[in-house]
C-alpha cells in the first residue's frame, strides 16, 4: 500500500502549546465555574484559532442578539421590556470574557426563570380550553421575522396560537385516520368535538414535558453552556464547547459501539433534529432518514408514540435508543414540511457498516464498475483495522479483474473523515505528487503527498459528489480535478468545509479525548487548501458536470452561514496533470445535451425551490386552509421524490465474488438489497453512467487495464 509522502509538514506545537497555556488555571483564581469557563474559552479562542474574531463591542454585540436567539428561539418567553432592560449589557460580553463579573448571564438567567413560569401559567390556562378551525387567522413559524412580543397579551396570543397550531395537526391527522378507517367493520365514528378534545389532550402532555424540562433540566449549567457555544460559534461554525456530557455522547458516537440508529442529533427551538446519519447504520438503511430532518414523536416498536417536543438531545436519545432487534418508530418531519412514521429495528454500531463496496453497471455501451465509500474511515490504533484506502484498492482490483472500462466514486453523502487516508486513496490514481495544502494561523505552509509512482488504476475515472460531500470529500474530489485525472460529477459545488478541528480540555488536564472536567473545546486550528492554490472552504468544489441537487434549495452548506471563514488562496503547488485527461468542455456540451431534452434536473431545481420558500410563509390556523397547504406540500414534495426515481431500472449487479460474503448475513444481504434497488432507480447515477460512456469514448483516454 502506497504511503503518503510528507513534503513539507509544519508542526503545530506551538498553536497547541499556547492552547494549553491557555487551559492552566488562571492566576486570580476565579470564583466560580463559570467564569473559569468564559475565560478559558475565550483565551483559546484569541489564542489558538486559526482566524479569530476580536473579542470587542462589536463581537460583544453579535453575541447578544444570537444568544437571546438561543435561549428563547421563538421568541414565547421573554418580552420586550426584558430585552431593553438587558441592552446596557450588549457591549459588557467582551468584558466579561476577559475577566469581568458574568452580569449578562445572571441577570438574563434570573429573568428567564421567572418568566418560564409565567408561560407555563399561560400554557396551563390556554389548553384546558377548546380551539376551533374555522375562523380565519395565520401563524408566523419564521421567528426571525417576528420581534419579542410587545407585552403580556401579546406574549399570550403568541402562545394561543401555537398551542391551537399543534393541536390543529393533531386534529387533522385524526380526521384523516378515521376517514382511512371508516370501512373497517369495528369502526366507530366520533365527532369534532371528541377529536379535538383528543388532540389537545396530546398537545397538553407533550407540553408538560417540555416545561419540565425547561424547568428542571435545561438548567443554569445548560444555559451557561448554550452561551459558550454561541461565543465559540461566532468564531466559525465548526469550533464548538462541548460540556462534560456531550463530550462523553461525542466520543461514545465516534466508538461507534452502542444501540441505536445510527444518527446524530441536536436541538433546535423545542425540536429534535437530524444533524447527520452514520453511512450503513439503522436510520441510513431506512432510506428515510436524512440530515436536516425534524424528529417530532417516537414510539416503542407498536406502542403509542411519544411527543418528543421539548426533549432535549440527551433525554431524545434515551427513549430512541434501545435494546438489539427492538423497533423504534420515528415520525420524521422533512425539510418541506411533510410528515412519516419509519420503523427502525435498532442494532449495534459498528465501524464497520461504512465499509467501501462495488457494483457493476452495464449500459447499453459499457461495463461499468462502481465504488460506494460512505467515509474516509481507518484505525490507526489497530493495525489490522479497516482502512478505506486498503478496501477501495481492493475494490479496484476485483473491478479491473472483472474487465470494466471506467470506475465512478461515490462519494455523495460522505462527511470526511481521515486525511491520511484521503492521500493514500488519490495515490491509487495519479503517480506522485501533492494531494492537499494545509496552513495554520501564522501562515505557516505545509503539503502532503504520494511519493509512489505505481499507479494502480489509470483507466477513466468520475468521481460522484452532491452538496453533503464534505471536508476529507473535498479533498479528494478536488485533488482529482486539479490533476485533470478524472470528471466530478454532481450538485453545483460540495460543502464547503475546509478547516481542521482538534479538542481541547477545559479545566484539568484532559482524559486523553480532549475532555477536561470542564468540558471540552473543539478548536478550529488550519485550513485545507486544493493543491491548486485554492481553498476548499466556503466555495467547496465545483463540479465539471453539474445536477441539481436535492437539497441545493435548502440552504444548507457552510456557505450559508453567516460565520463561516472566508475563501481564499495560497501559492499553486508543483504538479504534473494526467497526460492522458479528457475534454471536459466536449463532456460538458454532451450532458448539457442531453439535459435539455430531458428536463428532470430542471424540474428537481423548480420543485426544490418551491419547498424551500414553502418553509418561509406562514401558516393558515383554518382547518379548510391548512388542508390545502399540507396538500400542496405533499404534492410538490412527492413530484420530487418520483422525479429522483427512473422509470426503467438501470442494470446493477453484484460482483459474483462478493455474493457469498453478502448472503452469509441477512443483515448484510438486506443493506446490499437496499443499496442495490436505491442505485437502479438513481436519476443522478444514471446521468453519471452516460458522463462514464463519454469519457470512455473520447480519444487519448489511458488504456484498460
Not at 468564559?38 to 484559532?49: A, N, P, Y
Not at 436536516?292 to 434515551?318: C, R, S, W
Not at 471506467?406 to 494531494?435: A, C
Request: charged share 30%; aromatic share 8%; proline share 3%.
Amino acid at each position: 500500500m502506497r504511503k503518503p509522502h510528507i513534503l513539507s509538514l509544519a508542526l503545530i506545537g506551538g498553536i497547541v502549546g499556547s492552547v494549553f497555556m491557555a487551559a492552566m488555571p488562571l492566576n486570580d483564581d476565579p470564583p466560580t465555574k463559570n467564569e473559569t469557563i468564559l475565560r478559558t474559552v475565550g483565551m483559546m479562542l484569541e489564542q489558538g484559532h486559526y482566524s479569530p474574531k476580536k473579542i470587542d463591542d462589536q463581537f460583544s454585540k453579535e453575541i447578544f442578539t444570537e444568544y437571546l436567539k438561543r435561549v428563547d428561539p421563538s421568541k414565547r418567553v421573554l418580552l420586550e421590556k426584558d430585552i431593553n432592560k438587558l441592552r446596557k449589557y450588549e457591549t459588557k460580553i467582551d468584558d466579561e470574557v476577559h475577566g469581568a463579573s458574568l452580569d449578562f448571564f445572571k441577570t438574563l438567567d434570573e429573568i428567564y426563570k421567572v418568566r418560564i413560569v409565567e408561560a407555563e401559567d399561560i400554557y396551563k390556562e390556554l389548553i384546558n380550553k377548546p380551539f376551533t378551525f374555522d375562523k380565519e387567522e395565520n401563524i408566523e413559524l419564521d421567528w426571525d421575522k417576528v420581534d419579542f412580543a410587545a407585552n403580556e397579551a401579546d406574549r399570550k396570543d403568541r402562545w394561543r396560537k401555537y398551542l391551537k397550531w399543534q393541536t390543529l395537526q393533531g386534529f387533522n391527522d385524526l380526521l384523516d385516520q378515521q376517514e382511512k378507517n371508516k370501512d373497517k367493520n369495528d369502526f366507530v365514528a366520533k365527532n369534532n368535538e371528541t377529536l379535538e378534545q383528543e388532540a389537545r389532550a396530546k398537545v397538553k402532555k407533550a407540553m408538560d414535558k417540555y416545561f419540565d424540562r425547561l424547568k428542571n433540566k435545561f438548567d443554569e449549567n445548560e444555559r451557561f453552556a448554550v452561551l459558550v457555544n454561541t461565543i465559540t460559534n461566532q468564531m466559525d461554525p465548526h469550533t464548538d464547547f462541548f460540556p462534560p456530557v456531550e463530550k462523553r455522547s461525542f466520543d461514545e458516537r465516534l466508538s461507534g459501539r452502542f444501540f441505536g440508529i445510527g444518527a446524530l442529533l441536536m436541538q433546535e427551538d423545542d425540536k429534535i433534529k437530524i444533524r447527520s446519519v452514520s453511512a450503513g447504520g439503522p436510520a441510513w438503511k431506512s432510506g428515510e432518514i436524512q440530515a436536516n430532518d425534524i424528529i417530532l414523536k417516537v414510539a416503542q416498536g407498536a406502542g403509542e408514540p411519544e411527543d418528543i417536543t421539548g426533549f432535549t438531545t440527551d433525554d431524545a436519545v434515551k427513549v430512541i435508543r434501545g435494546a438489539e432487534g427492538t423497533e423504534v418508530r420515528l415520525t420524521i418531519q422533512k425539510p418541506d414540511g411533510t410528515q412519516k412514521v419509519v420503523p427502525i429495528i435498532r442494532a449495534e454500531l459498528k465501524l464497520d457498516e461504512t465499509f467501501a463496496r462495488s457494483v457493476i453497471i452495464n449500459s447499453d455501451k459499457h461495463k461499468i464498475g462502481l465504488i460506494d465509500l460512505p467515509a474516509f474511515y481507518a484505525d490507526f490504533n489497530r493495525p489490522q483495522a479497516a482502512r478505506c484506502s486498503k478496501d477501495v484498492a481492493k475494490e479496484v482490483e476485483k473491478l479491473k479483474a472483472e474487465g470494466v472500462e471506467g470506475i465512478i466514486l461515490d462519494i455523495r453523502d460522505n462527511g470526511g473523515g481521515s486525511l491520511q487516508e484521503v492521500v493514500n486513496m488519490v495515490g491509487l490514481f495519479i503517480k506522485t505528487g501533492p494531494v492537499v495544502q494545509i496552513r495554520d494561523r501564522a501562515g505557516r505552509p505545509s503539503q502532503m503527498g504520494d511519493n509512489d509512482p505505481s499507479v494502480l488504476y489509470d483507466g477513466p475515472l468520475v468521481v460522484l459528489v452532491n452538496e453533503r460531500s464534505a471536508s476529507a470529500s473535498e479533498i479528494f474530489a478536488s485533488a482529482i480535478q486539479d490533476y485533470k485525472r478524472g470528471i466530478v460529477v454532481g450538485s453545483s459545488s460540495t460543502y464547503g468545509k475546509g478547516t481542521v478541528q482538534r479538542a481541547f480540555p477545559v479545566g484539568g488536564q484532559g482524559n486523553g479525548s480532549g475532555a477536561g472536567d470542564l468540558g471540552a473545546v473543539h478548536l478550529t486550528l488550519q485550513k485545507y487548501y486544493r493543491i491548486n492554490g485554492g481553498a476548499t472552504q466556503l466555495k467547496g468544489v465545483e463540479s465539471d458536470v453539474v445536477l441539481t441537487g436535492l437539497y441545493e434549495a435548502y440552504k444548507m452548506r457552510e456557505k450559508d452561514s453567516p460565520n463561516a471563514l472566508i475563501w481564499d488562496e495560497m501559492p499553486k503547488a508543483n504538479y504534473q496533470t494526467w497526460q492522458a485527461a479528457p475534454d471536459v468542455a466536449l463532456l460538458q456540451q454532451k450532458s448539457k445535451d442531453r439535459l435539455a431534452a430531458n428536463n428532470v434536473f430542471k424540474a428537481i431545481e423548480d420543485n426544490t425551490n418551491i419547498l424551500a420558500d414553502n418553509r418561509k410563509t406562514s401558516r393558515s390556523l383554518e382547518l379548510a386552509k391548512y388542508k390545502v397547504q399540507l396538500k400542496e406540500i405533499k404534492d410538490v414534495s412527492n413530484k420530487v421524490r418520483d422525479l429522483t426515481k427512473l422509470k426503467n431500472d438501470l442494470s446493477v449487479e453484484n460482483l459474483q465474488g462478493d455474493l457469498g460474503v453478502i448472503n452469509s448475513d441477512s443483515l448484510k444481504k438486506d443493506r446490499n438489497d437496499f443499496w442495490v434497488k436505491y442505485l437502479k432507480k438513481d436519476v443522478y447515477l444514471n446521468e453519471t453512467i452516460h458522463v462514464m460512456d463519454d469519457v470512455i469514448q473520447q480519444k487519448g483516454m489511458a488504456v484498460k487495464n
